[in-house]
């Protein structure tokens, strides 16, 4: 129980941790406006589509555009399949790897190779649209940050929670359970948690907490670097 008190202490705040339902979008460049119908143009559903978790950056926006035409177009379990393929096949091959990320492709050749791509591995209608989009904007650079921020968007739609957890070394099976069972006392019901072990040697002990963009750091690494910035302090000695 020593464990999960030390997570409790911790993490007390996260009990009043609510899922922002709003967006940001990006700025600048033809690709917005383009992106921007894109989301918008399906009428299989109607009224406004929430983001379940708010993201940042170029990356974020764009994962964010196509989570809401996903949802509106009744197509995200596919959309997510064809892209989590599409990302195997970026590690599999470093020669599509490379063409994703090469600027000097010209604009013609990035489209028609990704269409061809989309066509032979039957992608659907709004996954191939979406890839044509980043390709024709020379976005397809950033497409595995935009895969993995689409992925953590999709995980918090169907309620999972991922979390992860630094250590100097693994967690043995019985601290790994008791933590994740107080994170999900945490969460709450009706959510999976899912916990992802990294190791970091460099943060000296303890554990760093991660999980819907809170971070709870209780390494020894931070503590020691609180402990200086105290000690650094000038002392008042005429409040002794």
Same mark, same amino acid.
């Given at each position: 129980?020593? +464990? !999960?008190?030390?997570?409790?202490?911790?993490? #007390? +705040?996260? *009990?009043?941790?609510?899922?922002?339902?709003?967006?940001?979008?990006?700025?600048?460049? #033809?690709?917005?406006?383009?992106?921007?119908?894109?989301?918008?143009?399906?009428?299989?559903?109607?009224?406004?589509?929430?983001?379940?978790?708010?993201?940042?950056?170029?990356?974020?926006? +764009? !994962?964010?555009w196509l989570y809401i035409a996903a949802v509106k177009m009744n197509s995200l379990e596919k959309i997510e399949s064809d892209l989590s393929e599409l990302v195997e096949a970026m590690k599999t091959s470093p020669t599509?790897?490379?063409?994703?990320?090469?600027? #000097?492709?010209?604009?013609?050749?990035?489209?028609?190779?990704?269409?061809?791509?989309?066509?032979? !591995?039957?992608?659907?209608?709004?996954?191939?649209? +979406?890839?044509?989009?980043?390709?024709?904007?020379? *976005?397809?650079?950033?497409?595995?940050?935009?895969?993995?921020?689409?992925?953590?968007?999709?995980?918090?739609?169907?309620?999972?929670?991922?979390?992860?957890?630094?250590?100097?070394?693994?967690?043995?099976?019985?601290?790994?359970?008791?933590? *994740?069972?107080?994170?999900?006392?945490?969460?709450?019901?009706? *959510?999976?948690?899912?916990?992802?072990?990294?190791?970091?040697?460099?943060?000296?002990?303890?554990?760093?907490?991660?999980?819907?963009?809170?971070?709870?750091?209780?390494?020894?690494?931070?503590?020691?670097?609180?402990?200086?910035?105290?000690?650094?302090?000038?002392?008042?000695?005429?409040?002794?």
């Amino acid at each position: 129980m020593a +464990f !999960a008190t030390r997570i409790r202490s911790g993490i #007390s +705040f996260f *009990k009043t941790i609510s899922v922002s339902s709003s967006t940001s979008y990006p700025r600048g460049g #033809s690709l917005i406006p383009s992106l921007r119908d894109y989301a918008t143009a399906s009428a299989q559903k109607t009224g406004n589509v929430k983001v379940p978790v708010a993201l940042v950056g170029e990356s974020g926006n +764009f !994962a964010s555009w196509l989570y809401i035409a996903a949802v509106k177009m009744n197509s995200l379990e596919k959309i997510e399949s064809d892209l989590s393929e599409l990302v195997e096949a970026m590690k599999t091959s470093p020669t599509f790897s490379q063409f994703t990320k090469d600027p #000097s492709v010209p604009r013609e050749t990035r489209i028609a190779a990704i269409v061809d791509v989309c066509d032979k !591995a039957k992608f659907a209608e709004p996954t191939k649209n +979406f890839l044509s989009l980043l390709a024709e904007n020379g *976005k397809l650079k950033n497409l595995d940050v935009i895969v993995k921020k689409f992925m953590q968007l999709t995980t918090a739609h169907r309620g999972d929670v991922k979390v992860l957890v630094t250590t100097v070394m693994p967690l043995p099976p019985a601290e790994e359970k008791e933590l *994740k069972e107080t994170l999900q006392e945490i969460i709450g019901e009706g *959510k999976k948690v899912t916990v992802e072990q990294k190791i970091d040697p460099s943060i000296y002990g303890g554990l760093i907490v991660e999980f819907q963009q809170k971070v709870l750091d209780m390494s020894i690494r931070t503590r020691a670097q609180q402990m200086e910035r105290l000690l650094r302090e000038p002392v008042d000695f005429t409040n002794l």
